[in-house]
């Protein structure tokens, strides 16, 4: 945590690039060369919060946003990165209870040849319905579902699943 006093926005992104190119240069440990990436978040007070607990949670948030990207940048923090962390979770402790509900359902699609139109195979598609949220999309779900590591106990279940509607 760096804490600066009066910073903008301006100088605040001007600090950020000096830790970065700084940390960029490699540097000897024993035999070894090294290079380090950094990646920062920035909250500014008092747009981004007014007490410390506050300010850090937001820089926090910015950091694993740039984490997510890529490396070896920096990001302010921003509304929406509040609103999809507070979406994540929402979701995080959703998926909990979602199989044991049954809010998760399988649909089974046919792959088809091209050469002769015969069912060549099947896709199994998982979907989400939530009493309250409605339907989620795979593509918001799932890669929480790979983050909280919930996705072997989906998977797991998809499995189950398909193989119970194939007998």
């Given at each position: 945590?760096?804490?600066?006093?009066?910073?903008t926005?301006?100088?605040?992104?001007?600090?950020?690039?000096?830790?970065?190119?700084?940390m960029?240069?490699?540097f000897q440990?024993?035999?070894?060369?090294l290079?380090c990436t950094?990646?920062?978040?920035i909250a500014?007070?008092?747009y981004?919060?007014?007490?410390?607990e506050?300010?850090?949670?937001?820089a926090?948030?910015?950091?694993?946003?740039?984490?997510?990207a890529?490396?070896?940048?920096?990001?302010?923090?921003t509304?929406?990165?509040?609103?999809?962390?507070a979406?994540?979770?929402?979701?995080?402790?959703?998926?909990?209870?979602?199989l044991a509900?049954g809010e998760m359902s399988?649909?089974?699609?046919?792959?088809?040849?091209?050469?002769?139109?015969?069912?060549v195979?099947?896709?199994?598609?998982?979907?989400w319905?939530?009493?309250?949220?409605?339907?989620?999309?795979?593509?918001e779900?799932?890669?929480?579902?790979?983050?909280?590591?919930?996705i072997?106990?989906?998977?797991?279940?998809?499995?189950?699943?398909a193989?119970?509607?194939?007998k």
């Amino acid at each position: 945590i760096l804490l600066l006093p009066s910073v903008t926005e301006e100088s605040a992104s001007q600090m950020a690039m000096k830790l970065l190119a700084v940390m960029h240069e490699p540097f000897q440990m024993a035999t070894c060369e090294l290079v380090c990436t950094l990646s920062i978040g920035i909250a500014l007070y008092p747009y981004d919060g007014l007490d410390f607990e506050t300010l850090s949670k937001n820089a926090d948030t910015a950091m694993y946003r740039v984490k997510q990207a890529s490396h070896n940048n920096f990001a302010f923090f921003t509304q929406e990165m509040q609103s999809h962390a507070a979406r994540k979770l929402q979701l995080v402790n959703a998926m909990h209870f979602a199989l044991a509900r049954g809010e998760m359902s399988l649909h089974c699609q046919p792959l088809l040849s091209l050469q002769d139109g015969h069912i060549v195979g099947a896709e199994a598609l998982l979907r989400w319905q939530h009493p309250e949220l409605g339907s989620l999309s795979p593509a918001e779900f799932i890669p929480v579902a790979e983050d909280s590591g919930q996705i072997l106990v989906m998977g797991e279940w998809v499995l189950r699943s398909a193989v119970t509607q194939l007998k």
